[in-house]
């Protein structure tokens, strides 16, 4: 089992920057694959941005990869998100998500192949 919790949210301006943080316990993050979705009020969980094991290969969601950056540190059993030029619309709750070994290059977009998630946290954009 692997624990996650999520850190950084807040209120941030329009074009201002966040930087989240995902904790992991219970478990070495070296061996997940890794991902961060959000969920607005009242829509699905969408994808956001993901890292694979190995740290060879990254994928953002739509509109996502000139602003937003994903890594880790495993040392640190931690994923980050970096976030710039952020945007009322990126107002939701984020969370991490991670499943275990697949691929070497491994990452899903998608919700049902995640094992393990935090409890997430709330970034609200204002205008």
């Known amino acids: 089992q692997v624990q996650l919790v999520e850190s950084g949210g807040g209120l941030v301006q329009a074009g201002g920057s966040l930087r989240l943080s995902c904790a992991a316990s219970?478990?070495?993050?070296?061996?997940?694959?890794m991902a961060w979705f959000r969920q607005a009020p009242g829509e699905e969980r969408n994808f956001v941005a993901a890292?694979?094991?190995?740290?060879?290969?990254?994928g953002y969601g739509d509109s996502m990869k000139d602003r937003f950056t994903v890594s880790r540190d495993n040392a640190k059993n931690t994923l980050y998100l970096q976030m710039n030029s952020l945007k009322p619309e990126d107002t939701a709750v984020y969370y991490c998500a991670a499943v275990y070994g697949r691929g070497t290059y491994y990452y899903s977009r998608s919700v049902a192949d995640y094992d393990y998630w935090g409890q997430g946290t709330q970034v609200t954009v204002s205008s």
């Open positions: 890292d694979t094991w190995s740290g060879g290969r990254t």
């Open positions: 219970g478990r070495t993050l070296s061996s997940y694959a």
